[in-house]
Each structure stands twice: as C-alpha cells, then as structure tokens.
C-alpha cells in the first residue's frame, strides 16, 4: 500500500525507517493526466515489492516543502532512496521503466 507524505518531517522519517530497503517516492499531482495514468501501476508495484521496497507519494501542492527540498519540477517524478541517500530518479509515467528501477536497485 502506498503512503502520501504531507510534511517534509513525515519525508525525512520514512527515510530512516526504511533502514536498508529501498524507498520509491512518485512525486504527483491529482490534475496531472499522467500521475492518475501511472497511480494504479504504481500502487501493484508496491504490493507486488512490499517486502523489498518501501512506496510513498508525496502531492507536490500539498507537500510543496518535500518537493521543492528534491528539485522536482515535472510530475510523475519518481526518485529512488536508500540508507536515507537518493540513489536515482526519473521524471515521467513510463510503467516498465518504473520497473526496471525497481528491480536494479532492491
């Protein structure tokens, strides 16, 4: 199951809880065409990954310090975390790139 962050505090915690799994953060929001395209893949990924991987999103208006603290500019912008440290990202609804990521990095 996916979580939404709604603070930068709840952010930087999900970092240090997941220790060593890896943390996939989509970055949406709801009027964007390609988020709600991409939502239910993500959401499969996350159940089909939930003992290697950790999924959140975060609303880039509702939690416009997380995003503007990552650099994000366009959405869907997926970064990938591990040990609190970000380790990859990409911007766009691509399902197979999402992931191949995935898999690289569990």
Not at 21 to 28: P, T, W
Not at 42 to 58: G, I, R
Not at 88 to 99: P, R, V
């Amino acid at each position: 199951m996916v979580k939404f962050l709604e603070t930068l505090e709840e952010f930087k915690q999900a970092l240090m809880n997941a220790g060593d799994k890896l943390v996939v953060v989509d970055f949406s929001a709801v009027w964007c065409p390609p988020c709600k395209a991409i939502a239910p893949k993500f959401e499969a990924m996350s159940e089909e990954f939930n003992t290697d991987a950790v999924f959140y999103k975060v609303d880039v208006d509702e939690n416009s310090e997380t995003s503007e603290q990552e650099g994000i500019q366009a959405m869907p912008t997926f970064i990938f975390y591990k040990n609190t440290k970000k380790i990859d990202s990409f911007t766009g609804a691509n399902e197979s790139k999402l992931l191949e990521f995935i898999k690289k990095h569990i």
